[in-house]
């Protein structure tokens, strides 16, 4: 319902600002105090938090040395989806429960969608579409865990889905978007047939070569309307390719880095840093930039230690079982790490908890929930 809200704008008398807040931000708070409330009542949680403590204490540790409220909010809006997997670790999952759980996340993909068509519609010839990238990532979010069904169980049904979610990245001309739904593809964790694997590469090839020749990617990609693939080398430096004011913003930060690059300029200066430099954006649109400006060097590493060991955790116990639930639960985990570090470079998908990181940190939740109650009741 919280990933929803940010979209409730196209019914009639809801605003976007309530109270000074807007949609998004209502709906990670809720996220944030009812994953407070579960923590108390459920016992037994699974989820390996000790592997996401560095980051935790590093990001309170800091919050306290240089407080301000909007280093607040991002500290917190970086833990909510940590806490969301703990607190799904500590849950009881019988058939009933994972059959409501996929409806109403069946639910919300249709939804979004129409919202997704409905809007370009509306806005049919403007490339740059507003919520396409957040949207977009729960897309891709959607399609991974919808083509990870083909695999395990070779269901043509999901594989249709599948192409069918496709679309909307190309609808919208988001390009990481494009990028990470041909990507989850073919480098899916549970693709494990080499010929399948073959398969989705050239399949994928294709798409990618015919999706970058399209009209709308390269009038939106070249100011010059047309382009080729060598251009993309060193397209920084490429005064054809539209960053869309990403290499400006990106040379502030790195000189912002330059003078501070251990230890960083203290949670949400970035933020400070655009206003001063008259910019209209309160996001860089690169994680990667956005953590090392923030909280330096260290803070970068110390986040990349933790997905690492996050990630080869989950790798670790992908086959202690072959439950069918357990399985589309921790290969579509493993594979959301794709999407993840692909986003984090063309934007800020730390901080889209409600669009991404909640889902992902959910199913990894489920997983070791799983994994754990397996031998106390049987699937049909």
Request: aromatic share 18%.
């Amino acid at each position: 319902m919280t990933a929803a809200l940010p979209y409730f704008v196209i019914v009639p008398f809801i605003p976007y600002n309530i109270a000074g807040f807007n949609l998004t931000g209502w709906g990670w708070a809720i996220v944030f105090l009812i994953s407070l409330f579960y923590l108390v009542i459920t016992p037994q949680k699974t989820f390996p938090i000790s592997i996401w403590l560095p980051w935790i204490l590093y990001l309170f540790i800091y919050l306290i040395c240089d407080f301000s409220f909007y280093g607040l909010q991002l500290s917190l809006q970086y833990i909510v989806s940590i806490l969301v997997g703990w607190v799904a670790s500590g849950l009881v999952y019988t058939f009933t429960v994972l059959i409501t759980i996929t409806k109403w996340f069946r639910y919300l993909i249709i939804f979004l969608v129409i919202f997704s068509l409905q809007f370009y519609i509306r806005t049919y010839g403007i490339t740059d579409i507003s919520y396409g990238a957040s949207l977009v990532m729960t897309i891709v979010l959607a399609a991974t865990l919808v083509i990870t069904d083909y695999f395990l169980r070779n269901n043509i049904t999901a594989l249709r889905n599948y192409l069918f979610l496709s679309v909307i990245p190309f609808i919208q001309v988001t390009r990481m978007g494009m990028l990470m739904i041909i990507a989850v593809a073919s480098l899916h964790f549970a693709n494990r047939k080499i010929g399948t694997k073959i398969g989705m590469v050239i399949l994928t090839l294709i798409i990618g070569l015919s999706v970058f020749y399209s009209d709308s990617f390269q009038e939106k990609s070249f100011y010059s309307g047309s382009g080729n693939i060598s251009d993309l080398v060193n397209y920084h430096e490429n005064k054809n390719f539209n960053t869309t004011g990403r290499t400006y913003l990106y040379s502030l930060v790195q000189a912002g880095i330059a003078e501070k690059p251990v230890w960083g300029h203290g949670p949400r200066a970035d933020m400070a840093l655009l206003k001063r430099a008259g910019s209209k954006l309160t996001e860089i649109h690169n994680d990667y930039l956005a953590v090392r400006y923030n909280y330096g060097a260290v803070g970068l590493v110390l986040l990349f230690m933790c997905i690492i060991l996050q990630f080869f955790d989950l790798f670790k116990i992908a086959r202690k079982s072959q439950n069918y639930y357990f399985q589309v639960a921790v290969l579509t985990s493993l594979t959301l790490f794709i999407p993840l570090l692909g986003f984090m470079y063309s934007d800020n998908i730390l901080k889209y908890s409600l669009q991404f990181g909640n889902f992902h940190f959910a199913l990894m939740g489920m997983a070791y929930a799983l994994l754990k109650n397996e031998d106390q009741w049987r699937y049909q």
